[in-house]
T-cell receptor, first 115, second 109 residues
Framework: ETGVTQTPRHLVMGMTNKKSLKCEQH?????MYWYKQSAKKPLELMFV???????ENNSVPSRFSPECPNSSHLFLHLHTLQPEDSALYLC??????????????FGPGTRLTVT | QKEVEQDPGPLSVPEGAIVSLNCTYS??????FMWYRQYSRKGPELLMY????GNKEDGRFTAQVDKSSKYISLFIRDSQPSDSATYLC?????????FGTGTSLTVIP
């Protein structure tokens, strides 16, 4: 595997379910990001991890819970989601800096549908 | 007012045309200006970045930043069907990263 991979690619879940999204990067980076991409809306940065430490949390509801066990893996745990949370969730990685890097490498995303 | 404004299109051009994609912004603190290309069912990929004002050229692509007008552009020369994608502008100031909504481009053979 090369680059940034995400699983699953598609996920349908009910509002009472608990699920997790997984991201893995094979680029030797040490910063990882979660984004939300909704139709006709700008990409929204949700979380940033530098060297496994969360450095940004852009007012994301607590029903989204990130986890970064090491610099290569990033998870997004989901519970009691709302239909408006349906979107494409993108993971990205970069070299760690004291701020988000402009040179980020994105995974293909997980298409999430909340019913 | 949105931090970054980008016309969503869609934009449709014949092969070989010059394409101009634009974004405007309101935050004068933005220092890094990026263009990403996103193919269908893929994540965005960084095309070009520019620090501060000026032009930057890479093959058929030219990125232009005019900080006095708060306006950035991406020009694609000799457009190809493989350029058909959504183009996202993005800007960075400190820890804040802002994206445009993206412009959908189709290049017709």
């Amino acid at each position: 595997e090369t680059g940034v991979t995400q699983t699953p690619r598609h996920l349908v879940m009910g509002m009472t379910n608990k699920k997790s999204l997984k991201c893995e990067q094979h680029l030797g980076h040490n910063a990882m990001y979660w984004y939300k991409q909704s139709a006709k809306k700008p990409l929204e940065l949700m979380f940033v991890y530098n060297f496994k430490e969360q450095t940004e949390n852009n007012s994301v509801p607590s029903r989204f819970s990130p986890e970064c066990p090491n610099s290569s893996h990033l998870f997004l745990h989901l519970h009691t989601l709302q239909p408006e949370d349906s979107a494409l969730y993108l993971c990205a990685s970069s070299q760690a800096q004291d701020r988000p890097s402009y040179e980020q490498y994105f995974g293909p995303g997980t298409r999430l549908t909340v019913t | 007012q949105k931090e970054v404004e980008q016309d969503p299109g869609p934009l449709s051009v014949p092969e070989g045309a010059i394409v101009s994609l634009n974004c405007t912004y309101s935050n004068s603190a933005f220092q890094y200006f990026m263009w990403y290309r996103q193919y269908s069912r893929k994540g965005p990929e960084l095309l070009m970045y520019t620090y501060s004002s000026g032009n930057k050229e890479d093959g058929r692509f030219t990125a232009q930043v005019d900080k006095s007008s708060k306006y950035i552009s991406l020009f694609i020369r000799d457009s190809q069907p493989s350029d058909s994608a959504t183009y996202l502008c993005a800007m960075l100031a400190g820890n804040q990263f802002y994206f445009g909504t993206g412009t959908s481009l189709t290049v017709i053979p």
